[in-house]
Protein backbone atom coordinates (compact mmCIF):
# COMPACT_ATOMS: atom_id res chain seq x y z
CA UNK A 1 0.00 0.00 0.00
CA UNK A 2 1.83 3.31 -0.93
CA UNK A 3 -0.56 5.46 0.33
CA UNK A 4 0.31 8.92 -1.47
CA UNK A 5 2.84 9.41 -3.80
CA UNK A 6 4.73 12.44 -5.86
CA UNK A 7 6.62 12.84 -8.86
CA UNK A 8 9.22 13.82 -9.47
CA UNK A 9 10.78 14.15 -6.01
CA UNK A 10 13.44 17.05 -7.28
CA UNK A 11 12.87 19.32 -9.91
CA UNK A 12 14.94 22.27 -11.44
CA UNK A 13 13.20 24.64 -13.71
CA UNK A 14 13.84 28.09 -15.51
CA UNK A 15 12.18 31.15 -15.36
CA UNK A 16 8.97 30.63 -17.79
CA UNK A 17 9.09 26.63 -18.00
CA UNK A 18 6.13 25.15 -17.19
CA UNK A 19 5.69 21.87 -15.86
CA UNK A 20 3.26 19.19 -13.74
CA UNK A 21 3.39 18.09 -10.57
CA UNK A 22 1.51 14.72 -10.43
CA UNK A 23 -0.14 13.11 -6.97
CA UNK A 24 -1.26 9.47 -6.53
CA UNK A 25 -3.31 7.81 -3.91
CA UNK A 26 -4.45 4.47 -3.75
CA UNK A 27 -6.85 4.63 -0.71
CA UNK A 28 -10.14 5.42 -2.62
CA UNK A 29 -9.92 9.58 -0.73
CA UNK A 30 -12.30 11.66 -2.04
CA UNK A 31 -10.74 14.94 -1.29
CA UNK A 32 -7.10 15.66 -2.22
CA UNK A 33 -5.20 19.07 -2.20
CA UNK A 34 -1.69 20.47 -2.89
CA UNK A 35 0.09 22.72 -0.26
CA UNK A 36 3.21 24.50 -0.91
CA UNK A 37 5.82 25.39 2.28
CA UNK A 38 8.35 27.54 2.19
CA UNK A 39 11.16 27.47 4.80
CA UNK A 40 10.72 28.33 8.67
CA UNK A 41 6.41 28.36 7.47
CA UNK A 42 3.67 25.93 7.81
CA UNK A 43 1.76 24.50 4.78
CA UNK A 44 -0.29 26.61 3.00
CA UNK A 45 -3.17 25.63 0.68
CA UNK A 46 -3.04 26.03 -3.08
CA UNK A 47 -5.66 24.21 -4.46
CA UNK A 48 -7.85 21.06 -2.92
CA UNK A 49 -10.67 18.80 -4.80
CA UNK A 50 -13.54 17.23 -3.28
CA UNK A 51 -14.47 14.17 -5.62
CA UNK A 52 -13.22 13.44 -9.52
CA UNK A 53 -13.77 16.54 -11.99
CA UNK A 54 -14.39 19.27 -9.32
CA UNK A 55 -11.37 21.65 -7.94
CA UNK A 56 -10.95 24.93 -6.00
CA UNK A 57 -9.12 27.25 -4.63
CA UNK A 58 -7.18 27.38 -1.61
CA UNK A 59 -5.12 30.24 0.31
CA UNK A 60 -2.39 31.12 -2.59
CA UNK A 61 -4.30 29.95 -5.70
CA UNK A 62 -2.74 32.24 -8.13
CA UNK A 63 0.14 30.59 -10.29
CA UNK A 64 -1.36 27.39 -10.62
CA UNK A 65 -3.92 25.47 -11.98
CA UNK A 66 -5.06 22.00 -10.90
CA UNK A 67 -6.87 19.22 -12.60
CA UNK A 68 -8.94 15.43 -11.33
CA UNK A 69 -9.80 14.13 -14.07
CA UNK A 70 -9.60 10.83 -12.17
CA UNK A 71 -10.15 9.88 -8.83
CA UNK A 72 -7.04 8.75 -7.24
CA UNK A 73 -4.73 11.27 -9.40
CA UNK A 74 -4.48 15.09 -8.26
CA UNK A 75 -2.17 17.51 -11.05
CA UNK A 76 -0.64 20.63 -9.94
CA UNK A 77 0.45 22.74 -13.31
CA UNK A 78 2.72 25.48 -13.29
CA UNK A 79 2.20 27.43 -16.69
CA UNK A 80 4.80 30.08 -16.59
CA UNK A 81 7.59 28.95 -13.41
CA UNK A 82 8.86 32.18 -11.74
CA UNK A 83 11.72 32.27 -8.78
CA UNK A 84 8.47 33.20 -6.38
CA UNK A 85 7.33 29.49 -6.82
CA UNK A 86 10.39 28.07 -5.89
CA UNK A 87 9.17 25.57 -3.06
CA UNK A 88 8.42 22.42 -1.64
CA UNK A 89 5.01 20.99 -2.49
CA UNK A 90 3.06 18.27 -0.44
CA UNK A 91 -0.09 16.44 -1.80
CA UNK A 92 -2.41 15.55 1.00
CA UNK A 93 -5.59 12.81 0.39
CA UNK A 94 -8.37 12.74 2.47
CA UNK A 95 -11.93 10.92 3.31
CA UNK A 96 -15.16 13.05 2.92
CA UNK A 97 -17.37 11.75 5.35
CA UNK A 98 -17.41 13.11 8.87
CA UNK A 99 -15.42 16.73 7.72
CA UNK A 100 -12.73 17.68 9.60
CA UNK A 101 -12.30 14.75 11.11
CA UNK A 102 -10.76 12.34 9.22
CA UNK A 103 -6.93 12.85 8.89
CA UNK A 104 -4.98 13.87 6.18
CA UNK A 105 -2.27 11.99 4.37
CA UNK A 106 0.69 12.99 3.14
CA UNK A 107 3.20 12.22 0.39
CA UNK A 108 6.82 13.01 0.85
CA UNK A 109 6.85 16.45 -1.48
CA UNK A 110 8.24 18.07 -4.48
CA UNK A 111 11.29 20.02 -3.99
CA UNK A 112 10.75 22.55 -6.93
CA UNK A 113 13.66 25.06 -7.78
CA UNK A 114 13.21 27.87 -10.64
CA UNK A 115 16.28 30.12 -11.59
CA UNK B 1 -11.56 29.91 10.68
CA UNK B 2 -10.16 29.51 13.91
CA UNK B 3 -7.21 31.00 15.12
CA UNK B 4 -4.89 28.87 16.61
CA UNK B 5 -1.14 30.24 18.67
CA UNK B 6 1.63 27.88 19.89
CA UNK B 7 5.25 28.57 20.60
CA UNK B 8 7.52 28.64 18.36
CA UNK B 9 10.29 25.99 19.65
CA UNK B 10 10.62 23.90 22.73
CA UNK B 11 13.90 22.08 23.54
CA UNK B 12 13.77 18.66 26.34
CA UNK B 13 15.76 16.00 26.97
CA UNK B 14 15.40 12.47 26.30
CA UNK B 15 13.44 10.76 28.70
CA UNK B 16 11.13 13.74 29.49
CA UNK B 17 7.37 14.77 28.99
CA UNK B 18 6.95 17.65 26.55
CA UNK B 19 3.56 19.49 26.40
CA UNK B 20 2.82 21.45 23.80
CA UNK B 21 -0.42 24.40 24.22
CA UNK B 22 -2.12 25.33 21.35
CA UNK B 23 -4.70 28.08 21.67
CA UNK B 24 -7.67 28.48 19.92
CA UNK B 25 -10.37 30.73 21.40
CA UNK B 26 -12.41 31.51 18.17
CA UNK B 27 -13.27 27.83 18.14
CA UNK B 28 -16.34 26.61 16.52
CA UNK B 29 -18.77 23.94 17.74
CA UNK B 30 -18.11 21.67 14.80
CA UNK B 31 -14.15 22.00 14.65
CA UNK B 32 -12.28 18.88 15.78
CA UNK B 33 -8.47 19.55 17.27
CA UNK B 34 -5.86 17.94 15.09
CA UNK B 35 -2.25 17.53 15.98
CA UNK B 36 0.53 16.57 12.77
CA UNK B 37 3.95 15.95 13.45
CA UNK B 38 6.60 16.62 10.59
CA UNK B 39 9.97 15.53 10.17
CA UNK B 40 12.62 17.04 7.99
CA UNK B 41 11.88 16.25 4.35
CA UNK B 42 8.97 14.17 4.89
CA UNK B 43 5.25 15.16 4.91
CA UNK B 44 2.92 15.90 7.90
CA UNK B 45 2.04 13.22 9.73
CA UNK B 46 -1.22 12.69 11.68
CA UNK B 47 -0.37 12.22 15.33
CA UNK B 48 -4.00 12.54 17.38
CA UNK B 49 -6.90 14.49 17.36
CA UNK B 50 -10.08 15.11 19.89
CA UNK B 51 -12.73 17.10 20.03
CA UNK B 52 -13.32 17.30 23.97
CA UNK B 53 -11.89 16.12 27.74
CA UNK B 54 -8.76 13.54 26.82
CA UNK B 55 -7.67 11.46 23.83
CA UNK B 56 -4.56 9.22 24.09
CA UNK B 57 -3.10 6.47 21.97
CA UNK B 58 -0.20 4.68 21.44
CA UNK B 59 1.95 8.14 20.73
CA UNK B 60 0.40 10.89 22.63
CA UNK B 61 -2.15 12.38 24.77
CA UNK B 62 -4.42 15.72 24.08
CA UNK B 63 -6.18 17.27 26.63
CA UNK B 64 -8.67 19.59 26.03
CA UNK B 65 -10.35 21.81 28.37
CA UNK B 66 -14.64 22.25 29.04
CA UNK B 67 -14.09 25.42 27.13
CA UNK B 68 -11.95 24.13 24.39
CA UNK B 69 -10.13 27.55 24.24
CA UNK B 70 -7.09 25.51 24.03
CA UNK B 71 -5.48 22.32 23.81
CA UNK B 72 -2.18 20.57 25.11
CA UNK B 73 -0.57 17.78 23.37
CA UNK B 74 1.76 15.55 25.32
CA UNK B 75 4.71 13.25 24.46
CA UNK B 76 5.44 10.89 27.31
CA UNK B 77 8.74 10.15 27.53
CA UNK B 78 10.29 11.76 24.64
CA UNK B 79 13.66 10.19 22.55
CA UNK B 80 15.90 11.82 19.95
CA UNK B 81 13.47 11.07 17.28
CA UNK B 82 10.82 12.61 18.44
CA UNK B 83 12.87 15.74 17.39
CA UNK B 84 10.65 17.04 14.74
CA UNK B 85 7.26 20.47 13.80
CA UNK B 86 4.12 19.62 15.74
CA UNK B 87 1.58 21.16 14.19
CA UNK B 88 -1.98 22.41 15.86
CA UNK B 89 -5.27 22.60 13.79
CA UNK B 90 -8.72 23.72 14.55
CA UNK B 91 -11.62 23.25 11.88
CA UNK B 92 -14.38 21.38 10.74
CA UNK B 93 -13.75 20.67 6.94
CA UNK B 94 -10.09 19.84 5.52
CA UNK B 95 -10.03 22.98 3.55
CA UNK B 96 -10.66 25.31 6.10
CA UNK B 97 -7.99 23.79 8.28
CA UNK B 98 -4.45 26.02 8.15
CA UNK B 99 -1.11 24.66 9.10
CA UNK B 100 0.37 27.57 10.78
CA UNK B 101 4.52 27.79 11.58
CA UNK B 102 4.31 24.80 14.56
CA UNK B 103 6.13 24.67 17.39
CA UNK B 104 9.91 22.97 16.98
CA UNK B 105 10.77 20.30 19.29
CA UNK B 106 13.81 19.83 19.86
CA UNK B 107 15.25 16.62 21.82
CA UNK B 108 18.60 16.17 23.45
CA UNK B 109 20.85 13.35 24.58
Known amino acids: NAGVTQTPKFRVLKTGQSMTLLCAQD?????MYWYRQDPGMGLRLIHY???????AKGEVPDGYNVSRLKKQNFLLGLESAAPSQTSVYFC??????????????FGDGTRLSIL | LAKTTQPISMDSYEGQEVNITCSHNNIATNDYITWYQQFPSQGPRFIIQGYKTKVTNEVASLFIPADRKSSTLSLPRVSLSDTAVYYC??????????FGAGTTVTVRA
Open chain 2, 89 to 98: LVGDAHYKLS
Open chain 1, 49 to 55: SVGEGTT
Open chain 1, 27 to 31: MNHEY
Open chain 1, 92 to 105: ASSYSREGGKQPQH
